[in-house]
């Protein structure tokens, strides 16, 4: 059995001719307009003619449509990070949605994002925290 596997697949790679595949330019498969541009293998961009964009890809099975939605760059404003000085290093806190992750970092060693956040930190313990009214009378 092992002997007529290795003699098949010796045929097939003779009988290749030592072509590639991807020597050959890419026809659109059908079902994707003709105008379309390939993005990606398997993966077409076409605009109609109301200016929309279409993403078209090839699944096992059949082709899929969908409309393309500009991806919005992730914000780090909203990330919040709590700092700590603990003299010549930084301890860092930042909440996760799988819980508190920290780490301590030298202040030599600190990237720009943790200089940052090293001096938001120690300006909100400066800013002044507001009146306290008394409940005194």
Known sequence: MKRLVLF???????ASDG?????????????????????????????????KVWVYRRTPFGISK???KQLKP??????VVKAEDLGDSVRFEQQT???ARSWTRKKTELN???????E???????????TVKSAEK
């Open 74 to 79: 992730i914000s780090t404003d909203g990330l």
């Open 97 to 99: 949605p799988f819980g």
């Open 19 to 51: 072509k590639k595949a991807d020597s050959e330019p890419a026809a659109v498969p059908s079902g994707i307009p003709a105008g379309a541009s390939q993005i990606a293998p398997q993966m077409w961009r076409y605009a109609d003619k109301d200016g």
């Open 8 to 14: 098949l697949f010796s045929f097939v790679l003779i």
């Open 120 to 130: 938001q930190g120690s300006a909100d313990r400066k800013a002044p925290a507001g």
């Open 66 to 68: 969908a409309e393309e």
């Open 112 to 118: 720009d994002n943790e200089k940052a956040w090293l």
